[in-house]
């Protein structure tokens, strides 16, 4: 099991950047599945970036403004978020699966709000 409290939401301009942190309680080091997820109200929880052994992937809503990355000295998992829309808006979710028959851990959420 790994915990993972996620940090840096908040209420942005549109045109704004902010950059979420996910810090885990243990090495995520090639972590075999991880990523960032979105949800709004109403709606199903969607995938926004993922990391997997290196190799990153991106909601075509958000490839070219949103970058996934991780620093495995601090166990954490980054999205920085660029040009941000009201659309972005939403509770952003980390998620970590360390290998295949592990199973995925989330972490609360933080709240990223962006105004028109």
């Known amino acids: 099991q790994v915990q993972l409290v996620e940090s840096g939401g908040g209420l942005v301009q549109a045109g704004g950047s902010l950059r979420l942190s996910c810090a885990a309680s243990?090495?995520?080091?090639?972590?075999?599945?991880m990523g960032w997820y979105r949800q709004v109200p109403g709606n199903q929880r969607e995938m926004v970036a993922t990391?997997?052994?290196?190799?990153?992937n991106y909601a075509g809503s958000v490839q070219g403004r949103f970058t996934i990355s991780t620093d495995n000295t601090k166990n954490t998992m980054y999205l920085q978020m660029n040009s941000l829309k009201p659309e972005d808006t939403g509770l952003y979710y980390c998620?970590?699966?360390?290998?295949?028959?592990?199973?995925?851990?989330w972490g609360q959420g933080t709240q990223v709000t962006v105004s028109s």
């Open positions: 990391i997997t052994t290196g190799r990153t």
């Open positions: 998620k970590v699966r360390l290998n295949s028959i592990s199973s995925a851990n």
């Open positions: 243990r090495s995520i080091f090639n972590g075999y599945d």
